[in-house]
């Protein structure tokens, strides 16, 4: 025995010794038949299985039927492959038979054939006796290499198909009021496309039409109790085990609507209800068993629907979403070795495919197959999609079907998961034909599969799309410019006319830029898909190309740097704001790609950079002016391209462009003081600017105005008139230089929070300042000079306005109770007057409920009361600001937290509505495709802006109410030791 073991184990036995043990049962046996043993898929099955099978009728008798060669083959071939058709023939040996040179049938069985032999079962436990009999022959066929995989899968669905008829005969027979009416099974699914797995949900749909002269509602009863039955009589487990399950979620309303409808209920709901899933998965009905008339009436009244799903409004979003809620059910362990539904899996092929059939099936009937290998070749000789691709694709999904069915053979379980064990990797690569390294090999040959079908999205949608429009070789492709619209159309092109235009620019020609931009073009067209607004991504990226596409760089480092290209797309097809700012500066483009590059710089070295700029046209204040600038626009973009990219959080895009403000302002301060000398002589008086607001707050938005107060302190033994008159002229100067219109977005500098408004002087000095502090302030300019940030300019007149407005903002013994009354006072007639008529107070993001204004004025009363006893809370930040007060005890944590997620969220959104729109907006947006680019922007899946909406809508409602507690309530809280 042990040399036998040793034996056993050189020839590729895994248990040598229970391979000895099985061969014992076997009695006498040659050694050419254990070398054939050895040679199949996994030897321990098969060896096992063959023990069986001798215990069940005999060794002697089993060895008399491995006599014939014929059979002998084909019996090990499927035993080394599938176990569970071991059990089956240790159950049934005498079924062995079967495989016998003059028992089977090497053709594809006939449909009826298998219908009138299943037919003749009486009961669940025959049916499924015979079911595997002639399962047993279909896999003998496919293993042995006498049918192919296509003719294998449609043999099985035709089996399914009696086999539904063979139950629903069953169910029949066995309810008395079956005759009360006509049942018809509709095939859908892989059984409906003739394509069915070894192991697979048998999907179904279920109509029924009373007989005439019936009780409606008896009538419909019978059929319910039809149609479960024969449900039941497929899937429940017996001695005999299971065939498979029948699914009829695909019907009306799913598991929650009726198991069986009338023709007139499916179309009245197909009508009114469906959605655009729905069609695609009618798609591949076809009658399967009951009332045939019945059911080609059926098809009759829902088919032409189908041909039209493309044709809806909601057609990119359904699909889309369809599509990531496979991907999304997926479990994070399974992603990457899912067969079926991961990237580059079956899904993806016949995703792809139905959706070409969607689009251009409505105008060409050829390509209606519900099959999918029959559609990709319709499509391929109808010119929708290239031969070499088509081929390339074909070959892709036989070779990821036929390994599907190798995993789903060997114990007959539903499986789409590639193992990761070594055994179980050579056994399915030896059933699939590789015998040395067969684990190595079959996953070489899978991922290179993989890669085929990840490519196939852009390939089948957009290639085509540029063989309509370009002057290229066609490779067989036809694609008229109506077809190729419909297909922009489904996409999600608003304008299809207008984007063939742009691909026509792009791409005919013979120059190396047009050659690029067609090997471009089919991603880009796939990532523009993927954004709310395709249309104008692709207006950008021709505009971009028309003024880069001769730079040595621009093309290259596109084609070359696959995540630069994916980040332009996404940019230009998500956000007008930083699409219109790389249409003025594309030299922008080059900051893709690479991480170090879209990090936002901070103050010193933008302010560095401008004034190094500026510098360069001292003579020159326009000029200078322009440098700055153009640096700004720079840093706006890398900021916005950032924020899209999903790379900042919101408090960093308000530090980030607050930074970029405040070095503009610096720079320009600088540029204006050098003009005005230039003009006057040198300055009498050094000037400082204050930054106030969002901006003093390091929170600026994309739309913020720059709020400022300018100071100034005359030199000593100036004349102050002439000192005034001179700082006048600079921060006019300034406030003109930023805000004149051009290419680079101007800056708005706006000075009403200084002293007196509008109406009091522009500039003031210090004492200017220091007097109108002691006797005229109100609590309103104490509150808003808790946002004052004196940075720019004189650092000395900084250090001293500082010093200047401590006091004010941070009150000894904080805020009386007269000055709080007052301040809620203010707060009250702001919701009142200064909510703009018409607007929504629950979606005006700034002054609505538990908006930003609300979360910051409750902050800063809690500045103005406790600021002086808690350090914490001086501070220009918000959340630093709220942070504190919590830690004091000021706040409840949990409130904290609450105002905090307020702020943020609607911050994001209404940056978000900058960024999409490419202008401000006060209110969240109310259009549907606003919402979805906006819910885009924020993260949230495009189908998701109303979910986006709820989020917005709660949050500020749960802030509200903070509010209402912590800034209208009487407050007994005093700060923690």
Known sequence: MPSASLDLSRRGFRNADAA???????????????????????????????????????????????????????LLVVLGTSEAMGDFLARHPEHLDELAADQLDLRRREADAMRAELAEATNATELRVTYYRQLLCTIARDLNAYSTFRETSSELSDLAVATLEAALGIARSEDDDADLVRLAVIAMGKTGGHELNYISDVDVIFVHEVVEGADDQKALRAATRLASATMRICSEHTSEGVIWEVDANLRPEGNQGPLTRTVASHVAYYER???????????????????????????????????????????????????????????????????????????????????????????????????????????????????????????????????????????????????????????????????????????????????????????????PLLEAVAALPTEGLRLSPEAARERLVALGFRDPKGALAHLEAMTSGVSRRKAIQRALLPAML????????????????????ESLGESHWYLRKLRDEGEGAEQLARLLSSSRYAADLMVRNPDAVALLGDDTELVPRDLERIHTEMELGAKRHANDAKAAVRAIRRIRRRELSRIAMSDVLGRLDIVDVGHALSAVNAATIGAALSAAIREVETERGEMPTRMAVVLMGRLGGREAGYGSDADVMFVHQPLPGAEEKAAST????????????LSVAGEDPPLEIDAELRPEGRNGPLVRTFASYEAYYAKWSAVWEAQALLRASPVIGDPDLCARFRALIDPLRYPEGGLDEAGVREIRRIKARVESERLPRGANPTTHLKLGRGGIADVEWTVQLLQLRHGHDVPGLRTTDTLDALHAAAGAGLVEADDAAILEEAWRLVSRIRNGVVLLRGKPAESMVEQAAERAGLAHLLGYRQDESERMVDDYLRTTRQARAVIERVFWGEQAATPDP
């Open 726 to 737: 001179a700082a006048t002229a600079v921060a006019t100067k300034l406030r003109e230089m």
């Open 273 to 463: 209800w469906a959605t655009t899933w729905e069609f695609q998965a009618l798609l591949k009905a076809r009658f399967a068993a009951g009332d045939a008339d019945l059911g080609q009436q059926y098809l009759a009244a829902v088919q032409p629907m189908v041909w039209e799903a493309s044709t809806r409004e909601n057609f990119v979003s359904d699909t889309r979403a369809m599509r990531r809620r496979v991907i999304d059910h997926i479990p994070a362990a399974h992603r990457e070795r899912q067969l079926k539904l991961g990237s580059g899996g079956l899904r993806d092929v016949e995703f792809a495919v139905q959706l070409l059939q969607l689009v251009h099936g409505r105008a060409d009937e050829s390509l209606r197959s519900p099959t999918t290998l029959d559609a990709l070749e319709a499509l391929t000789e109808g010119g929708y999609v290239g031969r070499r691709d088509g081929s390339a694709l074909e070959e892709a999904y036989e070779f990821l079907r036929t390994l599907e069915h190798r995993i789903q053979l060997y114990r007959l379980k539903r499986s789409h998961i590639v193992p990761d064990d070594e055994e179980d990797l050579s056994r399915l690569g030896r059933s699939m034909g590789y015998r040395g390294q067969p684990a190595a090999n079959l996953v070489s040959e899978w991922q290179s599969h993989r890669r085929i079908v990840r490519r196939l999205h852009e390939k089948l949608f957009y290639q």
């Open 20 to 74: 000895a043990a099985h061969l014992a049962d076997l009695g006498d046996v040659d050694l050419e038949l254990i070398d054939q043993i050895a040679s199949v898929a996994s030897p321990d099955s098969a060896i096992s299985s063959l023990a069986a099978i001798a215990r069940s009728m005999g060794a002697d008798a089993l060895r008399a039927k491995l006599a014939e060669p014929e059979l002998r083959s084909r």
């Open 526 to 545: 796939a990532w523009f898909s993927e954004s709310p607004d395709p249309d104008a991504g692709l207006l950008a990226f021709r505009s971009i190309s």
